[in-house]
């Protein structure tokens, strides 16, 4: 019986091998784990083209019709999460490419936004490094109280209906906006409809983002956005890097015309370790943890929905 060869990328934490057990399947199938992450396409395809099934950990690599093309033995693609828009679903259907993905646990993205805007808003990391440096002086930062405080929302879809949830609990406003957002959708949602995005993001003390990249969506905020915020404003993103022009946003921190930033997701991940975005004192980062949770890696090896047939 010919072995089916399986490739697991961008496993950066080597879950795949502590959390699955592959010995059932020992006699079947030769299973591969790459803990980095390749961009370059040429690379892809001599990394990929063996493999019949690929496992892929979110939107990490991306499988575009060209790259997909030069994999003749791929049959199956398997990914964390119900979507994954770096797959080109299209074209995998046109070539028998069956594209699968797997359902999530609890409410980890969710739970990620609040842990990073707090994070953020309280200096959590700055004061963790300080105090672990016994630095002489104490404290050195005053933390944004919520209470009383505005909330904008760019979206308004599941995770930005929880974000506004949780908000109330800090007795804080809520608004929204999105290209197509309505007043009734608002409405229904408890939170202010704001009419347009400059109205959003020059009375907000905290804009999160919370919407999907597409193509009408990428570089939907850039520098005129940052320059109404107001300078004592944070801003948070745990959606897509490339919704936000990332050089406008690090020119803003850099000149401190606002607060801080909240930060979970890049236009190139892993971020490069030479990024502006590392040394900057007023930027609160993580890699890109919002759906990474202890339950969501085990359901993935056991639920999954087929996407394209």
């Not at 999460?81 to 969710?110: E, F, M, P, W």
């Not at 805007?117 to 944004?144: F, S």
């Not at 320059?227 to 948070?236: D, E, G, L």
Request: net charge neutral.
């Amino acid at each position: 019986m010919t072995r089916v060869r399986v490739a697991i990328l961008d496993d950066y934490q080597g879950v795949s091998t502590e959390l699955a057990d592959w010995s059932r399947l020992h006699d079947q199938v030769d299973v591969q784990v790459y803990r980095d992450t390749l961009s370059d396409e040429d690379s892809l395809i001599k990394r990929l083209e063996p493999y019949t099934i690929i496992c892929a950990m979110r939107e990490r690599t991306k499988f575009p019709a060209s790259l997909l093309d030069k994999l003749p033995n791929l049959r199956l693609i398997t990914t964390t999460g119900l979507q994954n828009r770096g797959i080109d679903i299209a074209a995998a259907k046109s070539k028998g490419i069956v594209v699968s993905g797997t359902t999530g646990v609890g409410n980890s993205t969710l739970e990620h936004i609040w842990a990073i805007l707090l994070g953020a808003v309280r200096y959590i990391a700055q004061e963790d490094r300080r105090v672990k440096q016994a630095n002489t002086q104490w404290q050195h930062v005053i933390p944004l109280g919520l209470h009383g405080k505005t909330l904008g929302l760019v979206g308004l879809g599941n995770l930005g209906k929880g974000t506004a949830r949780i908000a109330k609990a800090f007795n804080m406003h809520v608004i929204a906006w999105s290209p197509h957002l309505t007043q009734e959708r608002c409405d229904e949602a408890g939170v202010g409809f704001a009419k347009t995005k400059e109205a959003l993001f020059s009375t907000s003390d905290i804009v999160s983002i919370q919407m999907v990249l597409s193509p009408s969506t990428r570089h939907l905020i850039g520098a005129s956005d940052f320059s109404i915020m107001k300078p004592t404003a944070f801003f948070v993103n745990t959606s897509r890097g490339p919704i936000v022009d990332e050089a406008a946003l690090v020119d803003v921190l850099k000149r401190k015309a606002i607060a801080g930033a909240g930060l979970d997701v890049y236009d190139l991940e892993p971020l490069p370790l030479d990024h502006p975005l590392r040394s900057l004192d007023n930027v609160t980062l993580s890699p890109h943890l919002g759906y990474v949770s202890d339950d969501n890696y085990k359901v993935g090896r056991t639920t999954a929905r087929i996407a394209s047939r």
